[in-house]
């Protein structure tokens, strides 16, 4: 049974700073990931979708990696701004039709 | 704008009473999807549809039942609210499977008290 783990589950910085957000996965036969973005009270933003054949997707300041050998996909945000405050949640499509879920990475960034 | 409508956005119902949440996309998206959102436990599927007339479980459909009778609505219904079913709930809708994502409606808060 496919398990995603974000870890921390919170995690503040000053703006300006690089940081990375990760995801872990149980079982390497993946379709896809895809990284979202949730604001307080608001529904699911996709941020950006890796599929199983690619190492990385770029966004903007955004950059998502993902190594399917090892289980893992970090999500890079550079320079962070006081705007970029919100929980990421990644989920990896493993086929049956339905994505699974990370419990999300709360990050805020101090102006 | 293009996207899927969730209505409504808030509602609270007693426990025992019945009501429908109703999605709406505007992209002629094949498939649609209900989640709820528990803390700590992420989103969780309900139940899923492949296409126009079509409907399936997900992880945890007990206590709930689901129609798409018309491609672009998918219908998610509570036949007896329970203290259990307080959650958000999201829907999504995708062209296909394994090269798309997902996109979300701005979710439903539904609390049974």
């Known amino acids: 049974k496919q398990e995603v783990t974000q870890i921390p589950a919170a995690l503040s910085v000053p703006e300006g700073e690089n940081l990375v957000l990760n995801c872990s996965f149980t079982d390497s036969a993946i379709y896809n990931l895809q990284w979202f973005r949730q604001d307080p009270g608001k529904g699911l933003t996709s941020l950006l979708l890796?599929?199983?054949?690619?190492r990385e997707q770029t966004s903007g300041r955004l950059n998502a990696s993902l190594d399917k050998s090892s289980g893992r996909s970090t999500l890079y945000i550079a320079a962070s701004q006081p705007g970029d405050s919100a929980t990421y949640l990644c989920?990896?499509?493993?086929?049956?039709?339905?994505?699974?879920f990370g419990t999300g990475t709360r990050l805020k960034v101090l102006a | 704008n293009a996207g899927v409508t969730q209505t409504p956005k808030f509602r609270v119902l007693k426990t025992g009473q019945s009501m429908t949440l109703l999605c709406a996309q505007d992209?002629?998206?094949?498939?649609m999807y209900w989640y709820r959102q528990d803390p700590g436990m992420g989103l969780r599927l309900i139940h899923y549809?492949?296409?126009?007339?079509?409907?399936a479980k997900g992880e945890v459909p007990d206590g709930y039942n689901v129609s798409r009778l018309k491609k672009q609505n998918f219908l998610l219904g509570l036949e007896s609210a329970a203290p259990s079913q307080t959650s958000v709930y999201f829907c999504?809708?995708?062209?296909?499977?394994?090269?798309?994502?997902?996109?979300f409606g701005s979710g439903t808060r539904l609390t049974v008290v």
């Open positions: 999504a809708s995708s062209p296909g499977t394994s090269n798309y994502g997902y996109t």
């Open positions: 549809s492949v296409g126009e007339g079509t409907t």
């Open positions: 992209m002629n998206h094949e498939y």
């Open positions: 890796i599929q199983s054949s690619q």
């Open positions: 989920a990896v499509y493993s086929g049956t039709y339905k994505y699974i």
